[in-house]
């Protein structure tokens, strides 16, 4: 369990009440917390990669890091919101793919107890959705600065990859969850 690939999910967790703190806390910070969540979201890779490098892929390691993740871009819609640097349509579409998703994880743990494996397209997704989070906090929501427009140029596939991860996760879910009930019936 303690593991340093452990150990850098745990830290990115850790970093999201700082990052909320920066967002919404005396003085207004976004930007600051822009740069907080880029680092959090680029750093992202790091705990796979040592777990595959090291040898040290542990089950906690395979819930902290998607957790880090979740957390991280939850922080950052809602928070984002709040402070109103973030577009509205955009936090609410990716409230609703969480809330789809979340909802649906939840269920094929229980009925199953496995987890449906990531997608590397899943992980250019949030990649590209980090950066847009991160961007538009950065440009602090002024519409003519050009890292907004780079927000919405990365954002816009991001989500549309997000969304289209979900369908591919919505068929693993029930091909998952047949097999589970095909294994059950043979048992």
Same mark, same amino acid.
């Given at each position: 369990?303690?593991?340093?690939?452990?150990?850098?999910?745990?830290?990115?967790?850790?970093?999201?009440?700082?990052?909320?703190?920066?967002?919404?806390?005396?003085?207004?910070?976004?930007?600051?917390?822009?740069?907080?969540? #880029? +680092? %959090? @979201?680029?750093?992202?890779?790091?705990? $796979?990669?040592?777990? /595959?490098?090291?040898?040290? =892929?542990?089950? *906690? &390691?395979?819930?902290?890091?998607?957790?880090?993740?979740?957390?991280?871009?939850?922080?950052?819609?809602?928070?984002?919101?709040?402070?109103?640097?973030?577009?509205?349509?955009?936090?609410?579409?990716?409230?609703?793919?969480? #809330? +789809? %998703? @979340?909802?649906?994880?939840?269920?094929? $743990?229980?009925?199953? /107890?496995?987890?449906?494996? =990531?997608?590397? *397209? &899943?992980?250019?997704?949030?990649?590209?959705?980090?950066?847009?989070?991160?961007?538009?906090?950065?440009?602090?929501?002024?519409?003519?600065?050009?890292?907004?427009?780079?927000?919405?140029?990365?954002?816009?596939?991001?989500?549309?990859?997000?969304?289209?991860?979900?369908?591919?996760?919505?068929?693993?879910? /029930?091909?998952?969850?047949?097999?589970?009930?095909?294994?059950?019936?043979?048992?």
């Amino acid at each position: 369990m303690l593991t340093i690939p452990n150990l850098v999910s745990f830290v990115r967790l850790l970093l999201v009440p700082l990052f909320l703190w920066l967002l919404l806390g005396p003085p207004d910070n976004a930007a600051a917390a822009g740069w907080l969540l #880029g +680092i %959090i @979201g680029s750093t992202d890779w790091i705990d $796979g990669y040592l777990a /595959r490098k090291l040898d040290q =892929v542990t089950e *906690l &390691g395979k819930l902290l890091d998607p957790l880090a993740d979740r957390f991280a871009v939850g922080a950052a819609v809602v928070g984002g919101l709040i402070s109103g640097d973030l577009p509205a349509w955009f936090a609410v579409a990716i409230i609703v793919r969480e #809330g +789809i %998703i @979340g909802v649906g994880a939840l269920v094929i $743990g229980i009925k199953t /107890r496995m987890k449906l494996e =990531v997608r590397r *397209l &899943g992980k250019l997704a949030t990649l590209l959705v980090y950066a847009a989070l991160a961007w538009f906090l950065i440009g602090e929501g002024t519409p003519f600065d050009p890292l907004v427009w780079a927000a919405y140029a990365v954002g816009i596939p991001g989500l549309v990859l997000y969304y289209g991860v979900g369908a591919q996760y919505f068929a693993d879910a /029930r091909r998952l969850v047949a097999g589970h009930g095909d294994d059950r019936a043979a048992g």
